[in-house]
């Protein structure tokens, strides 16, 4: 192309009289700002500055010059034909543990070249794991059935020379924390790791250069704890129960570069020394035990008199070993410290310390010498109270150890040093759910003794909502903490994994994810930390014994303590369904070639169990007959469906064979997989047509269920079908408008007539139940259910919490995403950013604008950060003006599609403007505002296609 020749040239002269306005920003690989232990052919992205004109072709990317350095020298230098934001790496191989720069500028349609971004830098990771790492150390560990020794230390001299670099390696099962001369490596972080141990096993690379001290002794310390790895939690301990996984191990490389060139190599090997510590015992469900008296004072120091202390053990690490990988996601942080709201005590030397509200973390609890030594003090973390105002532990989860007394009962506790010193229980290893924590001490606390911080997987957020220009009123109000409650659930149920609850369980469910993850992308950037646990999800497609493909309903699957070989389609989909949004989301093709074959073997699976339709024999289905078939509508409504969990449906299970049939069809456009396109594409088809003839019912002019089973495949009494969940879903399919909006009216009914404005949709119907309302033109009816402050609702829940429940009623845990699913409607209805359901929409360079604008909120701002840079809907609305107001911002490279609803002011439309130009009105479109490429209307909305750049539009209503 003359262009690309144009873009050597000017590369080559390197002296540019002007440079363009595209300027590169935000600069990561894979995912991740700075990553350290790459492991892979990275792959660059970036973003540019904010759009803030719109000048001919200046806006739009033709080519990309990137250069990629180690220390001064040019490792890789190319420059392509692109339009895109991210490249691959194809340069040469790159060395293990090593520091390298790079940097990006871009051309424009004006053949000119912007500046050159900010250098950013990577570290990579072991390129040749199994002959650099795991053949060279000593896995070190503490064995079943022995002493509870998990410190481990070793010392080693450090040369008189200047250290260029440093990185240690380290892989800790189930968690570890790892220290030189007496600091952190991860700056605090938390690092335990939960993945399927026999298929991979991850390891982390830390920059120690500056914790190094030259011509001295040095330390390093480990210390191990059990996280899901060597749980003795019995709940998953009878088969199939997979836990404990096995003993607690750990390796260590640490390379010191010098200034001259030379190296250092430090392992761990049976040379270390190894001892017992002040945590007696560590169980992320019993909770943490330490006895003060056992404290080793120092021992991370490297002048620590280690004499006591015997050889280090060896133990044998899982098969995981063998596919040794970089953790390429952020480990688990603290944040949000606090202190208790109040303190009271229900009974002698026992104080409940309330928090405010409910999440995921622990706590530090500081005591003075006023307690006697030998004195062990007790703590209880819980949700509830009970009516004497003693903690309520989680009722459900059984305890197979001990049958008597039906549960699992935490016994965290501490016993007192007394050296004379304020001493404090910290846990080092295990988290909880709670807001209430229950001490017992003889000596009566002070309100600021207990210090509790949250903790979450280091999650960035990505979208942020402001409501009504942020004024505070009863809707505001229970939106703004609706909002807040979202975000802390999601936070508190990601611990490197999605989890179900902070207390119960702690486990991978499929399910609840399903229902939520559009919520969470709205919301966080999830683009390193989703692709882990599609991952993991892939890895126990493979590994759980369950039939050829079946993707199983908690992943990674060694947790799955309910023994099932197969599972609810409402689960198992979750990971096609994920897939294919997450790669359209994040424009990541290598992860859809990557898990490809793994949702195609599930869909595989999927067809393999369906039946004949009773109404249309020649197609098949996946019916409620389905072996999986086991929840359903989960936790929907209970007086909606006679106090039944479970709501398995032929409706529900059809729905997800058909999504799933459309996600791998999808999929299979993006990577141009010709014969899988046909193949897919046609029983797309074949089935959105017979779906629609199934459970479209004509004489009521609603969804119905006529295959509905009265008991599940599995022998579960099973409840009605909520007639909320059956229309959300139907119109959420959008298989015919008619029928679409006849549901509509039956829904809105439903809704505020026959259920007092309340929802009874479960696990499956509640996501697409907010959705379903506003397309078929209820919009202010779904802002007033979610701002429904009465129970049962999701502002009920935000409010007495902080966080969203499991069971509208209250029963179960208090921290449960899953019912969380209709907060995307905030971004994606009343915010109006949608990303299109078709293949070619990918990375946010083709989106929708279409906001729901409502006089009763009277305005609404989000804003979201995507692959392609920021995007922003703004609105604001005053009916007696003649008006309204919509503004957004379209980043560089990307084309977005802006609606206007007709109805809105209960009026049409007569005109719209752009900086005081009209660019649409009775005659149809204008051409003359910058950016505003078209424009064409149907019988309820106006539609602008817009280019790069930031919009005001001003609509004038009759």
């Not at 029983?683 to 629609?692: D, Y």
């Not at 409607?825 to 279409?850: I, M």
Request: proline residues 5%; charged residues 15%; glycine residues 8%.
């Amino acid at each position: 192309a003359v262009w690309l020749m144009v873009l050597v040239s000017l590369v080559s002269c390197c002296q540019l009289s002007t440079a363009n306005n595209l300027q590169p920003k935000s600069l990561m690989v894979h995912g991740q700002s700075e990553p350290i232990g790459v492991d892979r052919s990275p792959l660059f992205q970036w973003t540019y500055s904010d759009a803030t004109d719109v000048t001919d072709r200046s806006r739009v990317v033709v080519g990309i010059n990137l250069e990629v350095y180690q220390d001064d020298s040019v490792v890789w230098q190319t420059n392509v034909t692109s339009n895109l934001n991210h490249l691959d790496y194809t340069g040469p191989e790159l060395r293990s543990l090593a520091a390298y720069t790079w940097r990006v500028r871009v051309m424009d349609g004006k053949n000119t070249l912007s500046n050159w971004s900010q250098t950013a830098s990577f570290v990579t990771g072991l390129t040749k794991p199994q002959e650099e790492y795991t053949d060279v150390v000593a896995f070190l560990g503490v064995p079943y059935h022995a002493d509870n020794d998990y410190l481990f230390r070793t010392t080693f001299p450090v040369k008189a020379l200047a250290i260029k670099s440093a990185y240690a390696v380290v892989m800790g099962l189930g968690e570890y924390e790892g220290s030189v001369n007496g600091h952190s490596m991860s700056q605090g972080a938390k690092m335990r790791q939960t993945v399927q141990y026999d298929r991979r096993v991850l390891y982390d690379v830390f920059d120690v250069a500056n914790l190094l001290t030259p011509n001295s002794d040095n330390s390093v310390g480990i210390a191990l704890g059990s996280w899901w790895y060597t749980t003795n939690s019995s709940y998953f301990f009878n088969p199939p129960f997979q836990l404990p996984f096995g003993e607690r191990v750990f390796g260590l490389l640490l390379n010191i570069t010098y200034s001259d060139g030379s190296v250092d190599t430090i392992t761990s090997t049976t040379a270390w020394k190894q001892f017992h510590g002040k945590t007696v015992s560590d169980d992320m469900f019993y909770g943490e035990v330490q006895d003060g008296r056992l404290a080793q004072l120092s021992w991370q120091q490297p002048g620590f008199d280690d004499s006591a202390w015997h050889a280090a053990w060896t133990v044998t690490p899982p098969l995981g070993m063998y596919n040794l990988q970089n953790r390429r996601m952020a480990p688990l942080r603290l944040r949000n410290t606090r202190s208790a709201l109040s303190v009271t005590s229900p009974s002698d030397n026992t104080y409940i310390f309330d928090l405010g509200y409910n999440a995921a973390g622990s706590c530090r609890f500081n005591f003075s010498s006023a307690v006697p030594a030998g004195t062990q003090l007790t703590f209880i973390h819980g949700e509830m109270l009970d009516a004497n105002g003693h903690i309520v532990q989680s009722p459900t989860t059984p305890d197979r150890r001990n049958p008597k007394n039906g549960r699992m009962i935490e016994r965290s506790a501490y016993t007192v040093a007394g050296n004379g010193s304020v001493e404090a229980y910290e846990p080092q290893f295990v988290y909880y759910g709670f807001r209430y924590v229950q001490v017992t001490t003889p000596v009566k606390p002070s309100q600021y003794d207990l210090q509790c911080s949250d903790i979450s997987s280091d999650l960035e957020m990505a979208g942020s909502l402001t409501f009504a220009g942020g004024a505070l009123n009863e809707v505001t109000t229970v939106l703004n903490a609706l909002q807040t409650a979202v975000v802390r659930t999601v936070l508190s149920n990601f611990q490197g994994i999605p989890t179900d609850c902070p207390t119960r369980e702690k486990r991978g469910w499929t399910g609840d994810m399903n229902a939520a993850f559009t919520t969470v992308l709205y919301n966080l950037d999830m683009e390193a930390a989703y692709e882990k646990w599609l991952i993991d999800i892939a890895q126990a497609q493979a590994w759980h014994n369950g039939p050829e493909g079946c993707v199983p309903e908690i992943a990674p699957s060694f947790m799955n303590g309910n023994g099932a070989q197969y599972s609810d389609p409402a689960w198992g989909s979750g990971f096609p369904l994920l897939l294919d949004e997450y790669v359209r989301w994040y424009d990541r093709l290598d992860v859809a070639s990557m898990l490809y074959p793994n949702a195609t073997a599930y869909l595989a699976h999927l067809e393999a169990n369906t039946e004949p339709l009773p109404n249309l024999p020649n197609i098949s289905m996946l019916l409620g007959t389905y072996k999986g078939s086991r929840y359903g509508d989960w936790c929907a409504g209970i007086n909606a469906v006679g106090g039944h969990s479970s709501h398995v449906s032929s409706l529900i299970n059809s729905y997800f064979h058909l999504q799933t049939v459309a996600a791998v069809a999808r999929l299979a456009v993006l990577l141009n997989k010709t014969a899988d396109i046909v193949k897919y594409q046609a029983r797309q088809a074949q089935l959105e047509s017979a779906w629609e003839a199934t459970f479209y019912n004509t004489s009521s002019q609603r969804y119905y269920d006529p295959l509905w089973p009265n008991v599940t495949a599995i022998g579960w009494a099973n409840g009605q079908l909520p007639v909320q969940t059956a229309q959300a879903l139907g119109i959420a399919l959008g298989l015919n408008a008619d029928h679409a909006q006849s549901a509509g009216a039956v829904l809105a009914d439903d809704v505020e007539v026959v259920w007092g404005l309340h929802q009874t949709t479960g696990v499956v119907g509640s996501k697409p139940l907010l959705q379903a309302l506003t397309d078929t033109g209820s919009g202010d009816l779904a802002l007033r259910l979610m701002a429904q402050p009465v129970a049962p609702s999701l502002g009920n829940m935000a409010l007495n919490s902080g966080s969203l429940w499991e069971q509208w009623g209250g029963g179960g845990s208090h921290n449960h995403i899953m019912l969380g699913s209709p907060a995307a409607w905030f971004y994606s209805h009343l915010g109006g950013l949608q990303l299109p359901v078709f293949p070619n929409a990918t990375g946010w360079r083709y989106f929708y604008v279409q906001p729901t604008v409502l006089e009763r909120l009277g305005s609404a701002s989000v804003s979201l950060e995507t692959p392609a840079g920021r995007v922003n809907s703004e609105w604001n609305i005053n009916c007696s003006s003649g008006s309204y107001f919509v503004s957004t911002t379209i980043p560089v490279g990307s084309v977005a599609r802006v609606r206007f609803d007709t109805s809105v002011c209960g009026h049409g439309i007569t005109s719209i403007t752009e900086s005081y130009k009209t660019v649409w009105d009775k005659f149809g479109f204008h051409v003359g505002a910058a950016g505003v490429t078209a424009g064409w209307a149907d019988a309820h909305f106006v539609y602008l296609s817009v280019e790069t750049g930031s919009y005001t539009f001003q609509v004038f209503v009759n």
